[in-house]
């Protein structure tokens, strides 16, 4: 699979050396959105291309369809033969890839800056030109097979949070793997690819990005130049996902190859998208940091080092997703400690938190501490682009980043526990006991 391993809620964050940089927006005719930001610290470029396509588009028959689209799409087009796009990238001194998640799918370049022509060129090419192959297609889903069993089906851990995310996030696509399901991914066919890329794939569902060492000028005339002509195209409406009404709790039993026994918990929650109240998301991670936000937090403090009932544990609140966000616990016990002891603890953490307000010491503690986790020392181009393409994406403000310090520093006492006597209740918990197989035989 064509990922970028980026942390993306750490890169929503990163506040330093980039604060003032210019940032452009205009858009085609055709629907094309375009973000530019300076950056003239070093000469380089990168240039994505978002689409508002993810795997929780696919159709329950269809999983992994977008995944498999994504490799599709370094396998040819009009002009191009398979594998000659990135040959082209290398030949210039430039690197590509992708990465497809639950909510969208991008495509990435990297060069020198005056590479630029060549790297919108290639975009506009396979953004307008893309050729699926039926033989390449099938070639390519063998590869994926492969890249899910090595990733997945061999990986007892893996397999696991799998059959956990499908218990627990019901009604959602969220609820199926990006990789999809094996026996449906190894029955797609060419003419679902076609169709996913004609639906999607069109300029009114995508946002260009250009950051690094370039101006405006520089950038909409050769934007202009290679990508004004693509029809805009159509696509589907994208329905908000969420869990709503709450599914009641659900509770599922695991025997695996794994090597130590693990709790998961996952609570369903608002994210920044679906809150009614957006101060919900911030108050959130600041619970997630009362919980587990260091050596002073509480799990660490109470769990870990003072009762000694876990080897570790965390939690930690996923509130950046257009469809619901999720606030999830995990654990592995220390030896002769069940999962029901620790799975009673941090229920107990919980209604610590419904019953007891923080105190400002910790307020001012967890603050601090959030704050420096989500800053980078040191901005990146790529970083820059992959921020300011996946809030545009997600039909958030492209200036989030800045607000949040803000933001951050409105939340109270109060708010914390509200949203967790609010969101942290059975009825949107999902419970998952994870053991080796030959402890269950026993």
Known sequence: MRQLMVALAAILWSLTARAELPTHAFTLDNGLKVLI???????VVTVMVWFKAGSIDEAPYETGLAH????MMFKGTERLGPGDFSKLVARYGGS??????????????????????????????????LKIDDDEFHRELQVVLEERRTRTDDNPNALAWEKFQAVARPGTGYAHPIIGWRSLLAQLQPEQARSWYDRFY?????TLVVAGDVTRDQVEP?????????PAGTTPPRPIQTVNPAAGERRLDLAMAVQVPALYMLYNVPSLVTAEQKQDFYALTMLAGVLDGGMSARIETDLVRGEKLVAGAGAGYSGIQRGDGTFTLTATPNPGVTLEQVEQALREQIKTLQTTLPSEDEMARVRAGVLASQVFEKDSVMGQAMELGMLSTLGLDIDLAKQFEEQLGKVTAEDVQRVARQWLVPERLAVAHVV???????
């Open 37 to 43: 930001r300076e950056d003239h610290r070093a000469s």
């Open 68 to 71: 498999v689209l994504e490799h």
């Open 96 to 129: 590509d890839n992708a990465f497809t998640s639950y909510d969208y799918t991008a495509y990435f370049q990297q060069y020198e800056a005056s590479r630029l022509p060549l790297a919108l060129e290639l975009e506009a090419e396979r953004l307008g030109n």
């Open 202 to 206: 069109v300029p009114g569902n995508a």
């Open 222 to 230: 050769l934007v202009r130049r290679f990508f004004s002509d693509l």
């Open 436 to 442: 080796p197989a030959q402890e269950e035989e026993q």
